[in-house]
Nanobody, 115 residues
Framework: QVQLVESGGGLVQPGGTLRLSCAASTNIFSFETMGWYRQVPGKQRELVATITQLGSLRYAESVKDRFIISRDAAKDTVYLQMINLKPEDTAVYYC?????????WGQGTQVTVSS
């Protein structure tokens, strides 16, 4: 069973930075795509950023120029570097991995942007 474990969330002031990590229990290149999604209560989970096996990147319009997705193959870990955080970035952030075996999700990590 694939496990994805997120870490790095927390409380940060507007304009601050955070880096989320997603550690996979298997080789991250076994997945077609890995990425980050976020969800606030009462709303649908939304895509934040994804990275494919070949390294193609995709970002939500609302986070372009502020968030960067990256990976470390040696650690089987995907990161989300977030800068200039805004209150509207407050959400639970989930790591996702897509493969022929189906989508896998982490347990989520809370990010709160507030003064």
């Amino acid at each position: 069973q694939v496990q994805l474990v997120e870490s790095g969330g927390g409380l940060v002031q507007p304009g601050g930075t955070l880096r989320l990590s997603c550690a996979a229990s298997t080789n991250i290149f076994s997945f077609e795509t890995m990425g980050w999604y976020r969800q606030v209560p009462g709303k649908q989970r939304e895509l934040v950023a994804t990275i494919t096996q070949l390294g193609s990147l995709r970002y939500a319009e609302s986070v372009k120029d502020r968030f960067i997705i990256s990976r470390d193959a040696a650690k089987d870990t995907v990161y989300l570097q977030m800068i200039n955080l805004k209150p509207e970035d407050t959400a639970v952030y989930y790591c996702n991995a897509q493969s022929p075996r189906g989508p896998f999700w982490g347990q989520g990590t809370q990010v709160t942007v507030s003064s």
